[in-house]
């Protein structure tokens, strides 16, 4: 059973005048096959709460805690490591690396990790047909549509079986029957693999979707 916690979590920003507070006392606790939704207006420290919980950037103040292992303990190789094996990220920008086929895309991850073994291609296929993408394995994401980028960022993200997923505007660049796609598919994945999902979102229609719902104003987190 795994388990997120953000205690007491604010960051700041150095400015040249006074710091910009953008995460105030964050708290949150999240366990294994849980989903969560953040929604909040553009500005209130969404993405830097998800690079805060993601272990991208370190929380000023506080503590965030994967399976009681505290990432800012680690040092750069082995918070590299940590996250790679724990975290998979969707971002509203897709990412995938243009030059590298679909499939090439997903075992990204595992070649961070060490040699592509023939599970983690096994593993790459099965996802890919998991998301609806079998029959675009050599593509480039030049030559797919919206969605299916996303579909295959998805897969990418779960190649390393992350016990959390972080997705930020996982749908922000689709339309709405693409949305939606991509977003039952977020949550079949992380109920059959028992992950914790969280989605930042300013969509209330995906929030809508998620068991639980937090909303961030102004940096502070409070239940919806
Ligand atoms: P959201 O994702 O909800 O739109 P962000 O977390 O991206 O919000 O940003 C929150 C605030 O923090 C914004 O005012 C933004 O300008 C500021 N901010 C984000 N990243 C940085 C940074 N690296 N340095 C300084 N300010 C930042
Ligand atoms: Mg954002």
Do not use: W
């Amino acid at each position: 059973m795994s388990r997120l916690t953000v205690e007491h979590v604010s960051k700041q920003y150095p400015t040249r005048a006074e710091p910009l507070s953008v995460l105030r006392d964050v708290n949150l606790t999240l366990h294994s096959g849980q989903n969560l939704a953040i929604v909040g207006p553009s500005g209130s420290g969404k993405s830097t709460l998800l690079a805060v919980i993601g272990t991208l950037e370190p929380p000023s103040s506080g503590r965030v805690s994967l399976d009681d292992q505290d990432p800012a303990l680690l040092d750069e190789p082995s918070l590299a490591a940590f996250r790679n094996r724990h975290i998979g990220f969707v971002f509203q920008d897709h990412y995938l690396l243009p030059q590298c086929s679909v499939l090439e895309n997903v075992l990204v991850p595992t070649v961070a990790a060490g040699r592509t073994t023939a599970e983690a291609l096994q593993r790459a296929r099965m996802l890919l047909e998991r998301v609806g993408l079998a029959h675009r394995l050599d593509h480039r994401p030049a030559e797919l549509s919206g969605g299916e980028r996303q579909r295959a960022a998805i897969a990418r993200a779960l190649i390393n079986k992350p016990t959390l997923l972080l997705a930020d505007e996982p749908t922000g660049n689709l339309d709405r029957a693409s949305a939606d796609v991509v977003a039952r598919l977020l949550l079949e994945l992380q109920r059959e693999q028992q992950m914790m999902l969280i989605v930042v979102t300013h969509s209330q229609r995906l929030a809508d979707m998620m068991e639980r719902r937090m909303q961030l104003e102004n940096g502070v987190l409070q239940p919806l």
